[in-house]
């Protein structure tokens, strides 16, 4: 006798798909529960307690890993810093100095790396003070490692302004800045 009932033969093909399924799903439960870390306890647990276990332990897991991301971040920049000072802490900037006359004004362009700046400014207005020149202004700006200075003075008088002056103050500051290169 033929069974020409179709849902008789597609019972059995369910019937198998479900324990391959089953089967499936518990050796990937299994595997999972081998990957988590292990407890002492010694009583087997049940499955929806392991998944549990499972996603406590991922969540965990990524938290961890945005904590340990962040505080890479963070070192990496502090490292960045350190190595782009100790770069330039290792290569000096030697100070330049541009002297532009206008008349009986002056404007002097300094600049220093910011190790020197004071030293360097502080000996640049002594200078200017002995040959006998009127600061009016003096200001600074300061780029990364880098120190700019503009002084603004006058020398003599509107009326008979002394160009010998700007020549010698000219003279003594780059003797002066090429001295200071040098050490």
């Known amino acids: ?3 020409n009932n179709p849902n008789d033969s597609s019972r059995p093909d369910r019937k198998l ?22 407890h002492n306890s010694r009583e087997p647990t049940s499955l929806p307690d392991q998944l549990h276990e499972a996603a406590k332990y991922i969540k965990k897991l990524q938290t961890d890993l945005e904590r340990m991301k962040e505080k890479k971040d963070s070192l990496m920049g502090v490292e960045r810093w350190k ?36 030293f360097i400014f502080n000996q640049t207005i002594r200078i200017l003070n002995e040959e006998g020149a009127e600061i009016t202004n003096a200001s600074f700006s300061v780029v990364d490692d880098t120190v700019f200075h503009t002084v603004h003075l006058t020398i003599g008088h509107e009326s008979a302004p ?9 003279e003594r500051l780059n003797e002066f800045i090429n001295d200071a290169d040098d050490a």
Do not use: F, Q, W
């Open 1 to 3: 006798m033929e069974n």
């Open 162 to 170: 002394d160009y010998g002056a700007a020549a010698k103050i000219s």
């Open 17 to 38: 798909i479900e324990r391959n399924r089953r089967t499936k799903m518990k050796a990937l439960c299994s595997e999972l529960h081998a990957l988590l870390p292990h």
């Open 83 to 118: 190595n782009t000072t100790s770069s330039r802490s290792n290569e000096p900037k030697s100070p330049e100095i541009h002297i532009h006359e206008m008349g009986s004004s002056l404007v002097i362009g300094l600049t220093t790396d910011t190790n020197t700046c004071r």
